[in-house]
């Protein structure tokens, strides 16, 4: 009810469809716990994670699964903010800097899908943003590029051989 939906670049409203869940179905993460590469015990060699290194930070795997029921990760990395982003219905992971328009975002799911892919949201102005480009889509922040920032996806094992004193996210409360 707080986006302003006057504020658009779609051109119908055909272009957004329900995924399921509703808004904050699938709980975005913050401030997500880490542990050390070499504490990690649980993954195996050959899991996906979700590599994210930022200038002199710590390297950092957010593994994907715990990103196939969370989605989006907000994290600061080296100082920098980051939602680090998951889709699992079209497999896109992509992280971006949670600074825009002069302030630091904080993102979840919106529960809409557009060409397929998750619509995430701010909570500080309700935007609705493309996954996929990270731009925002609807509300007061349409037309706004969030920037990208160099991610990728490996294997656990590359990533840990890599960075023996990395870091990894640890399983999220309460997740089974």
Known sequence: PNTDFD???????????SGGPPKDGIPALSDPEMRRTGDETRLEDREPVITVEIGGAEPRA?????LTWHEIVNDTVGGVPV???????????????????????????????????????DRETQ???????????????????????PSWMESW?????RNPGGLVMDRPEGHN
């Open 83 to 121: 939602a680090v982003t998951f889709c699992p219905l079209c497999n896109s992971a992509l992280t971006f800097d949670r600074r825009a328009a002069g302030q630091v975002l904080s993102f979840g799911v919106s529960g809409k899908l557009r060409n397929s892919d998750m619509i995430m949201y």
């Open 127 to 149: 935007s609705w943003w493309q996954q996929a480009v990270g731009e925002a889509i609807v509300g007061d922040l349409t037309g706004t590029e969030l920037q990208t920032l």
């Open 7 to 17: 504020k658009r670049s779609i051109d119908s409203w055909t272009e957004i469809l």
């Open 62 to 66: 957010y593994p994907i699964r715990y």
């Open 157 to 161: 094992a590359e990533f840990r051989d």
